[in-house]
């Protein structure tokens, strides 16, 4: 019998492209500090807006319309990737 913890070093494609956008996002160091490819990245980054809006609401006195800017931004990116999806499960599994 295998113990739980030997199979948590390998690694899934979904903890990969988890790293790659908290990587590629403000969460851990300013944007300003990033390589000019990395920041464009970051602008889009749904994890830049995240992180932005809690800690303006956590850590600050929030800036009210920067923190309804991240929501919005975070409700268009969804609403946007939620379609996405729905269109292409009607047409990859009704078949």
């Given at each position: 019998m295998t113990s739980p913890t030997t199979h948590s070093a390998c690694a899934s494609p979904s903890d990969s492209s988890r790293k790659s956008t908290l990587f590629a996002s403000h969460a851990l160091f300013p944007i300003s500090m990033m390589?000019?490819?990395?920041?464009?990245?970051?602008?889009?980054?749904?994890?830049?807006?995240?992180?932005?809006a809690a800690r303006q609401l956590i850590l600050f006195s929030p800036n009210?319309?920067?923190v309804m800017n991240d929501f919005l931004f975070?409700?268009?990116f969804a609403t946007v990737f939620a379609a996405i999806g729905i269109v292409l499960s009607w047409r990859y599994l009704s078949k």
């Open positions: 390589p000019d490819w990395l920041k464009d990245s970051a602008q889009v980054n749904p994890v830049t807006y995240g992180t932005d009210w319309t920067s975070l409700g268009v």
